[in-house]
């Protein structure tokens, strides 16, 4: 196929990062093996020294990775413009989790000594991640609140050492936003590197690069796999030659590569992101609407109502306001357990960017060891539910939360 003929995002869904394979199959077939044959030494030289593309050893790289790498790196460029006024250019690095991306993006970039300025807000893991490995490696985390643009300047001005600014947008699980293009100007101007968690708006709902950004991660497990199958993630560049070089060198030596089977399902997922998105966002809009106005709930934290703090910086950089949200039960913990039990067909699950519903009470759930005090300083509150908002018919949806909210 010849792929200038793709002028739409589905399509590059679907098509982008697919080559023929040899034996004809329509897909590719996943490519379980550890490692690759050459015809003669010349040849594994050549490849060695990088001067013949091919295949070496999966932990290097493997067919199925290259696809899934090259679909979300189209999908991340879509319609972008590089600095030199060509499409923009992409590499991305698929690796086994989340985690093991970001593992590979701070130890890639970052030396002991290093600052990160970052926001209060952030996953669980990389919060934990800054808090209880980097330190141990001399690479310290700033946490600023940066809502304020003036305090996050500050905050650079006073740590001359602050090497990188990591965003993440909306955040998980308190769905703050922070504003890309403000941000990632100021970073760029006091000459910092610029990374961004894009892993709730998938690029489909928003474009880091667009504002900037050096570096894009995704969680895949989430959105762009879509049917909760693998847990995967990605780190994706627009140095070329840094993300081929030094990047690719930590990556493979950490060890966090995916595997071929996990890298077919997310290919697979990702063909259908666009319309899964469309129908993720229009579903959450009107559960949102629908709690709203539900006697038992006190409050909605849902990014597509206007009483959401972060409403207006969702507005400005996010295509739809995404399909995870928060509400609040009047009845408090007692409300919150009788309400997932009487659930008959949302799951009850945490995670998120399923095709089905996922809903979680945190206060008996994820959050159950942490003291109430702690937990309700990251708005944990008791008759808190989370919910991961997916893709069934929409009454299904609205009756089976209807009839366990009575
Ligand atoms: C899930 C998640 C991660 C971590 O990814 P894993 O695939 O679980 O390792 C990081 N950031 C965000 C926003 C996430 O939701």
Known sequence: MDHKIITGFSSACIHAGHKQDPMYSHLTPIYASSTFVYDTAEQGMLRFEGKEEGYIYSR?????????????????????????????????????????????????????????????????????????????????????????????????????????????????????????????????????????????????????????????????????????????????????????????????????????????LLTQGIKTLEVRMERHCHNAMEVANFLESHPAVSKVNYLGLSSHPDFAIASKQMKHPGAMMSFELKGGLEAGKQFINRLKMCTKAVSLGTCDTLVSHPASMTHYGVPKATREQYGITDGLIRMSVGMESITDIINDLDQALQ
């Open 60 to 264: 290097w790289g493997n067919p199925n990775f290259t696809e899934a790498e090259l679909k979300i790196s189209a999908l991340e460029a879509f319609g972008l413009t590089g600095d030199n006024g060509k499409p923009l250019e992409l590499k991305g690095i698929l690796h086994a989790s989340g985690m093991a991306a970001l593992t590979t993006l701070f130890l890639g970039t970052l030396k002991a000594g290093d600052k990160i300025i970052t926001h209060f807000s952030l996953y669980g893991g990389t919060e934990e991640l800054f808090q209880k490995i980097l330190p141990g490696l001399g690479i310290e985390a700033v946490i600023v609140d940066m809502h304020n643009l003036k305090e996050t300047e500050d905050a650079i001005k006073a740590h001359p050492d602050a090497k990188m600014m990591y965003l993440e947008t909306p955040a998980n699980p308190t769905l703050q936003c922070v504003d890309l293009e403000e941000l990632i100007s100021i970073a760029r101007e006091h000459k910092l590197i610029t990374a961004v968690d894009n892993t709730f708006a998938t690029p489909y709902l928003q474009q880091p690069f667009a504002f900037g950004a050096d570096f894009v991660f995704h969680s895949t497990t989430k959105y762009l796999n879509g049917h909760g199958t693998a847990i995967g993630g990605i780190i994706i560049g627009k140095d070329i030659q840094l993300m081929e070089g030094k990047m690719m060198k930590t990556h493979r030596l950490l060890g966090g590569n995916s595997n071929p089977f996990d890298a077919y």
